[in-house]
């Protein structure tokens, strides 16, 4: 499995992990869960895309990078221990060489 799809697929799992396990319910963390839901959701189709290449999927994982940055920057906020390892994974995600060079 490339780097690509193993760091989005990482992301999608911690994402969920954090929005469900620690967010939900947490009035202070709505902007959190929000973040990590829809940065999960955009991971999970970036790491189906890296599997087919294309055009498409080299928009997508710019876009991926800056969802998790953003999720990653939201997390950061707190110091509950998902919120830190989930902030790790979106880091790790968009740094990735293969989401933030872009093929042309």
């Known amino acids: 499995m ?5 760091d989005c697929l990482d992301c999608f ?6 929005a469900y396990n620690c967010c939900i319910g947490k009035e202070e963390h709505k ?26 999927a080299q928009k997508i994982k710019t ?6 940055s953003a999720c990653a920057e939201e997390c950061e906020k707190f110091d509950e221990e998902k919120c830190k390892v989930c902030a790790e994974a979106c880091r790790k995600c968009a740094a990735s060489r293969d989401l933030s060079s872009v093929d042309k």
């Open 31 to 56: 902007q959190c869960l929000e973040s990590c839901l829809i940065c999960a959701e955009v991971c999970n189709l970036c790491a189906r895309l890296c599997i087919s290449g294309g055009e498409i």
């Open 13 to 18: 799992k911690t994402c969920n992990d954090c």
């Open 2 to 6: 490339d780097s690509c799809v193993a």
């Open 63 to 68: 876009l991926c990078a800056e969802v998790c």
